[in-house]
């Protein structure tokens, strides 16, 4: 599976922003997916994860209320909605999928997209 991360860009801090992640070579609906992200200095951490059919999602608490995991498997894509970003919110995202929610969620994902840098400024 390859995975084409896009629309990352600078923002101003409470604005808004929407990742998409197009995934190809396999059959989208089978993986489940996640965005992570990792600022400067930091390690990579999970931000969001939706299941197979779009039914469930999860969030980090840093980033509950504030952004929206979503997907559209007639399109093999999986979008993240950020609304009011903020400087913390600065870092570079990456897509990721994998047949299974553990992997996912363990951050041990098979498959990652390329990263789509997000700057948010105050």
């Known amino acids: 599976v390859q995975l084409q991360a896009s629309g990352g860009g600078l923002v101003q801090a409470g604005g808004s922003l929407r990742l998409s992640c197009t995934a190809s070579?396999?059959?989208?609906?089978?993986?489940?997916m996640g965005w992570f992200r990792q600022a400067p200095g930091k390690e990579r951490e999970i931000v969001a994860a939706?299941?197979?059919?779009?039914?469930?999602?999860g969030y980090a608490d840093s980033v509950s209320g504030r952004f929206t995991i979503s997907r559209d498997n007639a399109k093999n894509t999986v979008y993240l909605q950020m609304n009011s970003p903020n400087s913390e919110d600065t870092a570079v995202y990456y897509c990721?999928?994998?047949?299974?929610?553990?992997?996912?969620?363990?951050?041990?994902?098979?498959?990652w997209g390329q990263g789509t840098q997000v700057t948010v400024s105050s």
């Open positions: 939706i299941s197979w059919s779009g039914g469930r999602t």
């Open positions: 070579g396999g059959t989208f609906s089978n993986y489940f």
């Open positions: 990721a999928a994998d047949l299974a929610r553990t992997s996912i969620m363990a951050g041990t994902p098979r498959y």
